[in-house]
């Protein structure tokens, strides 16, 4: 074989062998005998190869690119014979000291490669390191993108079909109650996934696990005087690199391949991973945050930026990313090409995405190039891509957000609609009808369908389900603020005493409601969502801001299943009855006549085809329809909800069907006997009566 | 940091008894070990007992082999595998791929006609 001549040094400096590198990829890539470092910095005027072996506080070497080895912005060497099994490495950037110019260059600092495929320094969970005598804290890494994924590919699931579930890795089976021989870890949700195949959904939307730092809060609790965690993981150090203490052998650094056999795992047993993804800010924060990665080594590229030089902060955290900088925009487009095609990764949600339709200066773009590229990107063609369509900023984008055909967005208004009518609140039955039906109001005009709506009740941010129908005030103390954090417009109702309560009658009611929510969020066109622990009653105490808090308030609480079981059963039957009626997962917004002359969708009250629309009403009925789905008896499928969320029962007539059809109840919340009907109950053909806040679920 | 490597036979097995950590620092001396004293084509079993770590590089140098020996439409055997190194390999994915054996005395005879 003849040997390649790029495998050979051209120079020795400090004793290493070295050659010339190349720019491209970014961060740094296996070469024949050796490793390329690859570096941008635009107002940077020198560059240092830092290099440490694994754990050791000084480095074992230092070497800085000659000028020939810079090509435009970028400094590329390639360093032979390193061991990069035991390697660590950083950078030093030389440069200007000039914040009124956006300049923040500081020798002193070593930085972490914004391109690293692993980061060293946070490999165990709540591990502290030496805070004094640690030089470098979040260490770039060598990986090795070889897993043998053998035939697996990423699911590609319809849109309209998903049912996706929110979880984070660690508090998914932290607690003792969650039986795993890894708690808190991939590992550990591996070990869940019969769980979820007996749940029934089909995606899972792990809260962030790009490598973060649990230490970053300094809040203490102020009861227990304990340290306060950043437990949610909002705030990314590496965009490439998995968190390595959420894997079990995150000490031994195979957190890439821990994170890949899960993802293999969820695959081989038909569940989508979704990652939330957070681009709009870093952990460096603002002018006095720390220089761990990109402030040193092109602040004026990555983040955006006031005419004196501080940080602009539309993301409420103290920075906001420059993601509409061709830099930056790049970067993100790597990341995620990196994260479907190496982990097999089927989707991403964006946290506070509007930000990544700001300009340089924080005005929204009309037509944001980074949206589009992610759009049209070739690799994430398949991928699914949804928005968080605001940001701290005041941007409000939900059912504005530029889609390109693409984008999916958390629906905020079918969380706050939902959550107002379950309580009984007036008003609502009009919106209700667009919510259920896909938010037509919000997507139809724009050519945009129905599975563009994620449709949530309860998400990681806010109360759980238990808690909405437990509390009317959110009880943050535990988070160390004063009760200051978290949102205080809930829509929450605590069916008569506030919190814990040993009433019979509060505690049927808050189950009922539960119900009640399920039984509309699983009914609702669209694509329902819901967060880990919810469909067994799940509580955070009150708490709606968790996010600092890594404890047994925030931990999924397994023995809880049992406790309610009922409402497991519930769920399960649900997502089980949405699997086999089509119409409730149609992707499109029709009004049309089907062929048994019943319209695809259709609005009632208590009387059949004569909803209420009024203030008062808190009552209303809609039937689904979908013809020439040949399959089964009928080549109809049809559903009829009723919801009544007055404090009455009443008297529901139904719509009268064609061709010898009859509606059978399915579910009815309100039953005493139970809420799933183990068989399906035929409805008298003038109509059946329905309890005070309950929703009955029909077909025929 | 050292490597000890010794080769026997048993019941038609060619056995190597591994000593010591595998890792990025040792795994070439196993490699070139193996290269050189065993026939990639006749089963072959490692006796793993006294490898008390095994790195990321050291995994991956099984898997290689797993795939050689593989291609030959011959057996790898893992014997003595330690507990913490089996999980390692079972969470991340690479357990599946690999026949294991308490010890060599467990080793199935390949002298004896398979029926």
Known sequence: ???????????????????????????????????????????????????????????????????SYRIGDVFCMIVFDLDYEDLEYGYRIDGPFQPEAGHRFNKECILMDPYTKLVSGRDVWGEEPDWNAQIYHYRSRVSFDDFDWEDDSPLEFPPEDLLIYEAHVRGFTKSASAKVAHPGTYAGLAEKIPYLKRLGINAIELMPIFEFDEFENSRIHPETGEKLYNYWGYSTLGFFAPKAAYAATGRHGMQVDELKQLVKNLHSNGI???????????????ENGPTLSFKGLDNKTYYMLTPEGYYFNFSGTGNTLNCNNPIVRSLVL??????????????FRFDLASILGRDPLGYPLSNPPLLESLAFDPILSACKLIA????????????????????????????????????GDAAQVGELAQRVQGSPDLYQSSGRTPATSINFITCHDGFTLADLTS???????????????????????NCGAEGWTDNAGILALRQKQMMNAFALLLTSRGVP???????????????????CLDSSLSWVDWLQLKANHQLFDFVTSLIAFRKSHPCLRVNKFDTTITTIGLPSSSFHGTSAWSPDWSQESRQLAWMFCLDGIGTGNSDVDLVYVIANMAPSTSWFSCPELPNGLRWCVAFNTGDPAGPVLKHEATVDKHGLLVGERSVIIMTA | ???????????????????????????????DFLAKE??????????????????????????????????????????????EIADTMKVTGFYQYFTNYESASSLPSKSEPST
Not at chain 1, 37 to 60: H, K
Not at chain 1, 337 to 344: G, L, M, Q
Not at chain 1, 392 to 419: I, M, T
Not at chain 2, 1 to 25: C, H
């Open chain 1, 1 to 67: 074989m003849i040997e390649r001549i790029d495998g050979l040094p051209t120079n020795i400096i400090n004793g290493y062998k070295v050659r010339p590198g190349k720019p491209l990829p970014f961060g740094v890539s296996h070469v024949p005998n050796g490793l390329n470092f690859s570096a941008y910095t635009s107002a940077g005027t020198g560059c240092t190869l830092v290099l440490f072996s694994r754990g050791v506080l000084e480095p074992f070497a230092e070497i800085e690119f000659p000028k």
């Open chain 1, 272 to 286: 989508e991973v979704i990652l939330d993804v957070v681009f709009n800010h870093t952990a460096e924060g603002n």
């Open chain 1, 334 to 347: 790597d990341c995620l090409r990196y994260w479907a095609s190496e982990y097999h990764i089927d989707g």
């Open chain 1, 388 to 423: 968080e369509a605001w940001d701290a900023g005041g941007l409000y984008q939900v059912g504005s957000f530029p889609a390109f055909g693409r984008w999916s967005e958390w629906n905020g208004k079918y969380r706050d609609c939902l959550r107002k009518f379950l309580k």
């Open chain 1, 471 to 493: 509390f009317n005030e959110k009880h943050n103390s535990s988070n160390g603020e004063d009760n200051r954090d978290g949102g205080n417009d809930n829509h929450s109702w």
């Open chain 1, 529 to 547: 969502m819901f967060v880990m622990g919810d469909e067994f009653g799940r509580s955070q105490q009150g708490n709606n801001n968790a996010y």
């Open chain 2, 1 to 31: 940091m050292t490597l000890d490597l010794a080769r026997s036979s048993l019941n038609g097995w060619q056995v190597v008894t591994i000593t010591g950590q595998i890792d990025s620092k040792t795994v070439s001396l196993l490699r």
């Open chain 2, 38 to 83: 065993v026939k990639i084509d006749e089963p072959l079993a490692l006796e793993l007992s006294g490898v008390p770590f095994m790195s990321s590089a050291g995994l991956r140098t099984m898997l290689t082999l797993e795939r050689q020996t593989k291609s030959h439409g011959v057996d790898l055997a893992l014997l003595g595998l330690r507990s």
